[in-house]
């Protein structure tokens, strides 16, 4: 009978694979954590507050919303996640003496949305469509946050002037 011995030889042939590995990983998760820690929105406050930022990291620490509906740019059922309009303002403190905010997105396309809509349709601030988040997406990416809004049970008219309000790209909101 043969005896088995070890191989520290192997080890050490070995380790420089195991340092190649740990590094790739390392920067790995360099870019995760830098990309959730970059500013994603820019609130405005009323009356001249100071504006407030937000990254990816602290949006998905807040509450979180998710529902289906009809993308009438796809033609299809998506789901759609994130925090609601309102409560980031509550989060802030801008939800009892606004009435409206304004939504500006990176190509400086505006669109003003009153509270009471936000209040009545659950508008949330999304970064998550189906099962990725808008940067995993490489077609048809959304931006790192858009609006979203369930539109399903809507009349026709009330879909369309819902669905004016979805904007992407979204980089400042103004809260008046």
Same mark, same amino acid.
């Given at each position: ?14 380790w ?17 954590? &830098?990309a &959730? ?18 990254t ?7 509450p ?8 009438q ?8 996640t ?7 303002? &509550?989060d ?11 939504v ?45 809004v ?20 979204? &980089?400042k909101?103004?809260?008046?």
């Open positions: 009978m043969r005896k088995m011995r070890s191989d520290r030889g192997a080890f050490y042939r070995r420089p694979l195991f340092i190649v590995f740990a590094v790739l990983m390392a920067a790995f998760t360099l870019v995760v954590v &830098e &959730e820690s970059d500013i994603i929105l820019t609130v405005v406050g009323p009356r001249n507050t100071p504006s407030i930022s937000y990816g990291l602290r949006i998905k620490a807040l979180q919303n998710s529902f289906s509906t009809f993308d740019w796809d033609r299809k059922h998506r789901r759609y994130g925090v609601g309009v309102l409560t980031l303002l &509550e802030i403190g801008y939800a009892s003496d606004s009435s409206q905010v304004e500006i997105s990176r190509n400086n396309h505006r669109v003003s949305i009153d509270l009471s809509d936000i209040r009545r349709y659950g508008h949330i601030f999304s970064y998550r469509m189906d099962d990725s988040d808008y940067a995993d997406i490489p077609e048809d990416n959304k931006g790192p946050v858009a609006i979203a369930k539109t399903d049970n809507l009349g026709e008219r009330e879909r369309q002037r819902i669905s004016d309000q979805v904007v992407w790209w979204i &980089e909101i103004i809260v008046r």
